[in-house]
């Protein structure tokens, strides 16, 4: 029998652009809501699919990479040059776009590969208030 058990409610602010979009070609941030469910087995001997106090660690570490970061596909890595009298992280995504649907997708896959690549992992990430993406990784 598969469950599903999940956490809601992680949150990282980032910026980004995604020049695939006109209106979205200037630099400007989100608070991104994310959501997490894994599914797999229940172990008869814990009762439990995962103890969610793991997943909620291994997720917190995961989105944490994410925080407060310009997040930039890496084709525009070498392209990004800025002197300024604040602190600027950047965080390169493996994706044409930094938009929610690859910076799910990279969370997933990174969620997925440090809970040992057993159990599938389906993101939901929110852009503002109303927008989201949803990942089933793999
Ligand atoms: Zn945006």
């Known amino acids: 029998m598969k469950v599903r058990i999940g956490i809601e409610g992680f949150a990282i602010d980032s910026a980004h652009y995604t020049l695939s979009s006109p209106g979205n070609a200037q630099l400007h941030g989100h608070t991104y809501v994310i959501s997490v469910e894994i599914e797999g087995q ?8 995962m103890d969610f106090e793991i997943l909620r660690k291994t997720v917190s570490e995961v989105v944490k990479e994410w925080d407060h970061k310009l997040i930039v596909p890496a084709k525009d890595i070498d392209k990004i040059r800025v002197e300024a009298p604040f602190q600027m992280e950047i965080k390169k995504i493996n994706a044409p776009f930094a ?11 990174e969620v997925y590969q440090r809970l040992g690549n057993k159990y599938k992992v389906n993101i939901k990430i929110y852009e503002g208030k109303d927008s989201y993406a949803e990942i089933d990784y793999p």
């Open 42 to 49: 229940v172990d008869p001997s814990s009762g439990f699919v």
């Open 99 to 109: 938009t929610a649907e690859y910076i799910g997708t990279e969370i997933a896959k």
